[in-house]
């Protein structure tokens, strides 16, 4: 889990620099931490609106702690195969799966989206693939998206100008990234269902339209899933096969439940949060515990008894 978080946050120090190199300022006034991880507003590839304070709050380094916690809560160990759904709107979180993953030394096949909600990696100039591309090339991560998709409506960007368009795909065609384009929603599933393959378990950031498959069933659920009443989509189409879903979303409740701050500022250092230490309860304690209990009960019953007048 250490490892993890060491080395997502040192990605995240990468990113910035990046950011930096590009010319691309930080509204100090939307990312507090000055990160480099968080968007703009309204962009030409933002797709729906976003919480700014989830946003902040999924740049923690411990969150791939958490990860590596869930993943193995979840029944997978070193070596396994797992299938990993990336959301451009939550690029911090990506990064974290993919740092839990490297930690993990876990197999996989990933997918990730262009278009982002408000103040994620909303950026023509700086996609959450261009951040990974930096990555992955300088050897801070040694995962990254086999296949990117535009996201957005339809899961096609259908929102997104022409214009735009054009240039991303040569930007990221150029730098070995290959696009996902199926017009049917249900086909778009199955298809990702076979490229993933055999896994033990799927892991979704975000609410992509193929992970929920436009279904809200699953819009508050966060954490580990195992059960699901809904199943549109990846998250359904697994959870009905029987295997576990990592479902990141709803930060805001996800995160106090491990121990983990709510938009903090500075941002978290590794190793910080309660999700490092298991609560257990020590029988032999508490047995020591209720027999001294016991006897203290006994002699106060006894002396109140012998100072009984007669």
Not at 12 to 18: G, M
Not at 124 to 138: K, R, S
Not at 202 to 223: E, I, Q
Request: aromatic residues 8%; negative net charge; charged residues 20%.
């Amino acid at each position: 889990m250490r490892d993890a978080a060491k080395r997502t946050q040192a990605a995240f120090a990468a990113v910035k620099t990046d950011r930096q190199r590009r010319g691309l300022p930080m509204q100090k006034a939307d990312d507090l931490n000055e990160t480099g991880l968080i968007g703009d507003y309204l962009t030409p590839i933002t797709t729906t609106l976003g919480n700014l304070e989830a946003k902040r709050t999924s740049v923690n380094p411990n969150a791939a702690a958490l990860v590596v916690h869930l993943l193995f809560e979840a029944g997978v160990r070193p070596g396994d195969r797992i299938g990993v759904n990336c959301s451009g709107s939550f690029p911090a979180l990506n990064l974290a799966v993919l740092c839990a993953m490297d930690a993990m030394e876990l197999e996989g096949t990933v997918f990730s989206s262009v278009g982002a909600s408000t103040y994620g990696a909303n950026l023509e100039e700086f996609t959450y693939q261009d951040m990974e591309h930096a990555l992955f090339t300088e050897g801070y991560i040694f995962h990254r998206s086999e296949y990117v998709s535009w996201g957005g409506a339809n899961d096609q960007g259908l929102e997104f100008s022409e214009e735009v368009k054009t240039a991303v795909l040569a930007r990221l065609a150029e730098r070995g990234y290959s696009f996902w384009e199926i017009d049917d929603l249900e086909e778009n599933i199955q298809a990702h269902l076979s490229c993933y393959g055999d896994v033990a378990c799927f892991v979704n950031v975000g609410g992509n339209l193929v992970a929920t498959g436009g279904g809200t069933a699953y819009d508050s659920g966060c954490g580990l899933l195992r059960s699901g009443s809904d199943d549109r989509g990846l998250i359904g189409q697994y959870l009905t096969q029987g295997i576990p879903v990592l479902h990141l979303l709803n930060l805001k409740k996800l995160f106090p439940q491990y121990g983990l701050p709510v938009d903090p500022s500075p941002v978290p250092r590794p190793g910080e949060g309660t999700v490092y230490y298991e609560r257990t309860v020590s029988l032999p304690l508490v047995w020591s515990t209720l027999a001294a209990g016991m006897l203290t009960l006994l002699w106060a019953v006894k002396g109140a008894v012998k100072r009984q007048p007669i």
